[in-house]
């Protein structure tokens, strides 16, 4: 099992920079294969972004590629969101999900954390 707990989400302007950070209970956590996901209001969640479990291996939405990096720390069990030149658009709820490298489907979720950006 593992525990996810999101942080870091909160109202900025565009054009800022936020980081969100995502801690995970388990002592495998580098075996995980770690993502963010994010919904507005009244649309579908989706893709953000993924991570290795050795942190090689970055994949990002092409809507977020260059202005978002994701990170991760195994020593901390931690993984990060830097987002940088925010825009209105990304204005979601932010969800940190895990997986084993060995399935396909992420089965572990955050609760969220909402990130809003104002105009």
């Known amino acids: 099992q593992v525990q996810l707990v999101e942080s870091g989400g909160r109202l900025v302007q565009a054009g800022d920079s936020l980081r969100l950070s995502c801690a995970a209970s388990?002592?495998?956590?580098?075996?995980?294969?770690m993502g963010w996901f994010r919904q507005a209001l009244g649309k579908e969640r989706e893709f953000v972004a993924t991570i290795s479990g050795n942190g090689g291996n970055t994949n990002y939405a092409d809507s977020v590629k260059g202005r978002f990096t994701m990170a991760r720390d195994n020593a901390k069990n931690t993984v990060y969101l830097q987002m940088n030149s925010l825009k209105p658009e990304d204005t979601a709820v932010y969800y940190c999900?895990?997986?084993?490298?060995?399935?396909?489907?992420?089965?572990?979720w955050g609760q969220g954390t909402q990130v809003t950006v104002s105009s």
């Open positions: 388990g002592r495998t956590f580098s075996q995980y294969n």
């Open positions: 999900a895990a997986k084993l490298f060995t399935t396909a489907e992420y089965g572990y």
